[in-house]
Nanobody, 124 residues
Framework: QLQLVESGGGLVQPGGSLTLSCATS????????IGWFRQAPGKEREGVAS????????VYADAVKGRFTASRDNGKNTDYLRMNDLKPEDTAVYYC?????????????????WGQGTQVTVSS
């Protein structure tokens, strides 16, 4: 069973940047499409980005397009979500999730494996 561990969350001022990491030590991420999701208090979980198992294709939600970038380092078996120009509305718990050989997508139902989440707070 794939186990994913997120890290890199924290408190940042509006306009600032953070990079989240999603790592596994068990299997190579080359087999998994990784999705990034977030859930704010009182709101449903929403997909923000997804990168294909090859690392060659990424898709983004309109709310983060142009500000967030998903990437992969196969040598470190780690995926990253670089978040620039952060806004207060980006405040949420962020999760990464894995889908074995799936196509990139922002629907949570396609992902079988989930990390524990990391808190991102954007506030002055």
């Amino acid at each position: 069973q794939l186990q994913l561990v997120e890290s890199g969350g924290g408190l940042v001022q509006p306009g600032g940047s953070l990079t989240l990491s999603c790592a596994t030590s068990q299997y190579t991420l080359e087999y998994y499409t990784i999705g990034w999701f977030r859930q704010a208090p009182g709101k449903e979980r929403e997909g923000v980005a997804s990168i294909s198992h090859s690392g060659g294709t990424a898709v983004y939600a309109d709310a983060v397009k142009g500000r967030f970038t998903a990437s992969r380092d196969n040598g470190k078996n780690t995926d990253y979500l670089r978040m620039n120009d952060l806004k207060p509305e980006d405040t949420a718990v962020y999760y990464c999730a894995g889908d074995l050989f799936g196509e990139p997508g922002l629907s949570s139902t396609k992902y079988e494996y989930w990390g524990q989440g990391t808190q991102v707070t954007v506030s002055s």
